[in-house]
């Protein structure tokens, strides 16, 4: 399978633990984006990756929330401290390389990892 | 703040009748529109796309949508469904840099 991996696809956890998520995008994808959605609700953007810069990153997420991408390649989302708010499906997408920066490309999702805080 | 509504959050049809599902979009510039659908179990994929041009796009298994700029709007048609089409749909707006909107989707259901 040559698509967006995600792993773990679940994960159950209790309140205050720390988890960490990760993606593998589809080779040669140098866009990365991670989503989260709940449930009656579409996606929401939590940050975005260009190689491994992260270039944007939205104002709704907490301190306790943290990516990287350290070789532009696999990417890892941590939450820290977990709130049971924090329950939610986490996806991540990647797009290929477009001729400029500001260029758009539609995106490819992975399965997602459902969380869920006790 | 930009938006994206999907009017209906629940549709029901049975087989062979027409589809238009709607999205309305809160931006004056230059948009990017995308629906994408996801199928009971599997991963939100892309149905069709509008960057410009033409503002009927038509994607994949027949699906089809109208990009009308004076209406902020980019509904999305099937002139006749099939049972497999149950899925939730979601109508998705970029308006320039990294940031997609997504809207809260739409639950297809169609009765065989």
């Known amino acids: 399978d040559t698509g967006v991996s995600q792993d773990p696809r679940h994960k159950i956890t209790k309140r205050g633990q720390n988890v960490t998520f990760r993606c593998d995008p589809i080779?040669?994808?140098?866009?990365l984006y991670w989503y989260r959605q709940t449930l009656g609700q579409g996606p929401e953007f939590l940050t975005y990756?260009?190689?491994?810069?992260?270039?944007?990153k939205s104002r709704l997420l907490s301190d306790r929330f943290s990516a990287e991408r350290p070789k532009g390649s696999f990417s890892t989302l941590e939450i820290q401290r977990t709130e049971q708010g924090d329950s939610a499906m986490y996806l991540c997408?990647?797009?290929?390389?477009?001729?400029?920066?500001?260029?758009?490309?539609?995106?490819?999702f992975g399965p997602g990892t459902r969380l869920t805080v006790l | 703040a930009q938006s994206v509504s999907q009017h209906n959050h629940h549709v029901i049809l049975s087989e062979a009748a027409s589809l238009e599902l709607g999205c309305n979009y809160s931006?004056?510039?230059?948009?990017?529109l995308f629906w994408y659908v996801q199928y009971p179990g599997q991963h939100l994929q892309l149905l069709l796309k509008?960057?410009?041009?033409?503002?009927l796009v038509k994607g994949i298994k027949g699906f089809e949508a109208e990009f009308i700029k004076s209406k902020f709007s980019f509904n999305l048609r099937k002139p006749s469904v099939q049972w497999s089409d149950t899925a939730e749909y979601f109508c998705a707006v970029n308006t320039g840099g990294f940031k997609t909107i997504f809207g809260a989707g739409t639950r297809l259901f169609v009765k065989a």
């Open positions: 990756f260009q190689n491994e810069a992260q270039l944007e």
């Open positions: 509008y960057f410009s041009g033409d503002p």
């Open positions: 931006y004056g510039g230059t948009v990017n």
């Open positions: 997408a990647s797009s290929p390389p477009t001729r400029d920066v500001f260029s758009y490309n539609e995106q490819f």
């Open positions: 080779s040669e994808h140098n866009r």
